[in-house]
């Protein structure tokens, strides 16, 4: 199409009205969005009101290619999105028995009943199609109005919500609303945007008018997303751009577009064929966390130990009790200690130990809250390095986490 | 005033709408109006257009009794909210010196200069009332309209725009309309939407025409939300009410508001004077990293072994070979000894050991993608559990973390 697609996002919830829910299914929308160069015109957060949720869908449809609303889809009877698109369609609700065998085909394994509650969720207003939902019991809706506009109705369970969007919505969407943008995506770690931006200033003075950068910081790295506009920039132009941006930045650069740090240093373990060993304290497990989120992380990480107390540091990583009270649980020489005592464990070629005082409290002159001392290293050789974070207790324990796997991953490359 | 406050909170800015920034901004408002029993009826983002601006405006006024909006008063050139308003008003704009003095008289210390962009600043709308920022150089405005209503504009910089509603808004909100809401949250665990509804249903239909329930779902835990707008109804029906709806649910009760469940148990071990330590396979680290997110939970919990490899499970556990050869490292016997492993690590009185199938790969027939067993008990008795969760990796994961506290929280008080 020629203009770009226009698009509305209504989240639909009193919880949302009330302060009690954050809604961060519009947030993940709209940046979906973004990235396929649809214009999102409006994100509006109305009640579970028949009334409120037709009049909205009446005000926006003229200006509106696409309208995606989220929530109102449970069982419980302040759920009415269904019955209000129904009035705005002008149509009836219909019983759909496929639904129902499925909803019991779910629940039968794990023994929980079929209530009324949930026949009600095997009602549709008509003309519907059905997106088959894989982690829930409300599948998604479709309709198709006048003029090509779509109107699409999506659980509020964001996990249900974004599966949804990415696996049944867009590819349809794709292939109605072709875009004329193209998106080039680094995953960068261990420097700022500042440090970024200088890096890139003079090149992207000189960028094509139809082609921008945006630098989207996130939790211990910065996404740096090329984007052009104009579809008569010649392929190869586009591909000399990308080329030249990935070798200004190329000392920060752990992957592209989706890749996360716990990926990209994963795919490298498995490359290496070496496995991984985690021992953690002041983090709590984060790390190894952020380590098995990723499918198939069997493969190359073994375990680890949360020697949270003194206790388990000295019994299960056998950190020297010495070393404990002339040093503190937090210095270079525990952590060293720490994670020599994981590379010991059976099969593990690296290691990373981290050790600190995330907070809130526990924080001394000499070791304010958000110092941190993390090592890595291999049977070889090992290394300390020590950061200074911040005072939130969780930005202490991800931002180590995040800034610990970096190291490795530069360790393992000679970098 | 007679009916409750209506709320309109609008947040201006292209960042919102295309995804690159998260709205906090209306979540704080709608938790400070819901505290004051102010009705919030729709929360809008829309761009920083003239248009759309006014357009949004004149559509709330008739049914708005306040109107807020957030953003677009910064003095880049994309900030249009001052010149929309004075459209939407009908009135000019005018210039305020005491602004660009005080803005020249904060400048000065820290040798900012004083450019154009910040001269603009200095321009307001006809009829303001401009309210003090302490913390920056946008004030905020304040417009009576007809009827009592009020316009109210805030900067869109999240500490600016709290000071400037907490210190200068609220103050005159809460002179002019006073509140007769009452809420009573229960935080539950260990069922679903469903069976709690089903549990209250016939007591709901019998509830005073002004009270209400909501049923708030979030993983592996739900908030029951009772809130009463009656001022006339009597404190201690009030009372009575949220007993019968306490003793209905006691058996999934674990707290009340804002307690969540890693929260919950940790203040029952600090009462017990029991500490935990945890053995995690498919968990990966999760569970650690929930309690440890926790500040102060080094007073409870000891640590925990992440024994994702069956040599770690041999080696720190002492998981018996044959165990895991003959039963698998998913079963009864092997989460078992888990258990009985971390158990004999110093200080730990009450254990918690999971391993699964997260997904997703892995499944078998007999034990399919998220099978997961569960163990849990003290040095005297350790329990088991298996629970088939879904086909998300994280999901399980999430899940099974949240299960397992829970099932510790019941053993810990007898249940």
New interface residues.
Partial sequence: MAHPMNCYLISIG???????????N?????????AQGYQ????????DQLE?IVDMLN?IKPTADVIVTTGGL?????DITKKSIAAFLGVEMFFHQATEDRIKGLFA??K??F?E??RQQCFFPDHVELLEN??GTAPGMWWELEDQKVLISLPG?P?EMK?LWTDRVMPRLQARWHSSLRNFTLMTAGTGETVLSSLLHEWEEKLPASCSI?Y?PDLGRVRLRLTCRDAELPEARFEQLKAEMEHLVKDYVFGYEGVTLPEALGQLLLKQGKSLG?A?S????????L???I????AY?????????N??K???LGVSSDTLNTFGAVSRETVLEMVQGILK???VDVGIAISGIA???GGTPEKPVGTIWIAYGDKKSQHAVKILFTKS??LN?EYAAYYSLNLLRKFLLGL
């Fill in positions: 009193d919880e949302i009205l009330n302060g009690q829910t954050l809604d961060t519009t947030y993940f929308l709209a940046q979906s969005c973004r999102v015109r409006g994100i509006y957060s109305i009640p409120a005000q449970g069982p419980t009877k302040d394994p794990r929980i009943p209530t509650e949930h894989n982690l369970v996990y599966h945006a989207l985690l953690e002041c983090t709590g497990g984060y790390l190894s966390h380590i098995t989120g499918p198939g992380s069997s990480y073994n375990g680890g130990i949360v020697s949270y107390s206790a388990f000295e019994a299960l464990q059976p099969g907070g809130p409290d207790r969780l324990i």
